[in-house]
């Protein structure tokens, strides 16, 4: 099946946004408890709240439904996309509330390796809640199931575990404000709330697409997910290679390809090439690679991705004359200063000014001088590069035996789509208006 002609994809970007707040409207009070936070949350959703698409923007519904658009839009005839749409809206509502255990790492990178840290204590709590839900389903409320954390998570601010933490006070305000019956604090601390929502978002993505070929895959590579981040969060001493390998499983790119292709290749469709390729693991490997680029692009970001080794190296050994160090700058403290003043260093800005793991500057130690910490970076950026380069030619390959497998191409398409939007999504500034949000 080839692709369609799109239609304007502004509209079609309304509608992806339009059906997933419906969704999250409709679906609110089953995914969390009676609240002053889950009245403040539907309200902020409808046109009552005056900043609705601020609120959409720092939970990440807005560039889901642009995601979502890239990614769907003119894959097969234009009757298809109501269809496509539909389908997708489990997963997306279930990335809008990942966002609320991803912000939980914000600022743990700087946590020491086994120093005290109850902020990581519950989110590796969390994580293995989530494993054992995954492995043995049950209809057990997450409610119940997170009990025990409620009080330990009533000590983090939303707003403080924020990409946008301006923006999160501003809306949470505004309501206080307005409805004496909640407090600025009660609406500040509901992490505990995003949570539950968090574990029953999942299930429905599981429940969408169950009996299917691919739902093993999902549930499995789902719970990869949690098992790496705690992994990174409890280990000591990971090479490169495995940091690479386990950063690429902690965003949920695999599971939510899989979703995808299991929409496509078994929903809505039927292909028996697809059936063999989730069987024999070539399906599987390709996502797998998508994932790992996908990890890396977000960590280098795609412009220090497309420099050359020298090209490199030459902005690294002028970045010190352009940003002088001052007297006991370490090159952590350089390095975030420069990033504001240098677009190449997008990436590198929103990690070490929040604190969130990233695969290339996990080796930099604050002691380090400037000198010696820019080496040890440049001999990074050279491994994860060229790391970078193989695993995309990899892809390609993956992708050209595929579409010789399957019949229906939009699969293959679909993972194109998906990491070329993120290439492009990460060439800009994280807090711009097309910025980020948790994958």
Known sequence: MGEAPTVDVNLRRRQALDAIRDALTRDLNRYMPASGYRDFYGWALTTENPDRDGFCRIIALNQLAVMTTAMLDGLGEAADWPILLRHAVPVNLYQVFEVVSDNLGLGLARVRRGAPSAQRDLLVDFNDTMIADL???????????????????????????SLAPDSHTAATRHYAEA???????????????????????GRDVLAA?????????????????????????????????????????????????????????EVVGTDMGYRRAVEDGSLLEAMSNAALLVRLQNDLGTRLLRMTREQQRAFLRELPERHPPADGEDVLAVLTRASDAEPVLNRFRKDLKHGEFNVCLSELNPQDDVHDGLAVLS???????????RHRRALVDDLAQLETRLRDQRITALIKRFVLFHEKMYALHYDGGSGDYAV
């Open 209 to 265: 697409i169950r009996g299917t070929y691919t739902e093993p895959l999902v549930r499995d590579t789902t719970i990869d997910r949690y098992q790496a981040v705690n992994r990174i969060l409890q280990s000591r001493h990971l090479s490169r290679l495995e940091r690479a390998v386990l950063g690429a499983q902690t965003i949920l790119v695999v599971p939510t390809l899989g979703y995808f292709t299991a929409v496509l290749g």
């Open 179 to 201: 409805h004496g019956e909640v407090t600025l604090d009660e609406l500040d601390h509901a992490v505990w709330l995003g949570l539950v929502a968090n574990v029953e978002s």
């Open 379 to 389: 001999d990074s950026l050279a491994y994860f590069t060229a790391l970078y380069t």
């Open 135 to 161: 492995r043995t389903p049950s209809a057990t409320p997450a409610a119940e199931l997170l009990a025990r954390l409620r009080t330990p998570a009533a000590v983090f601010s939303g707003s403080a575990q």
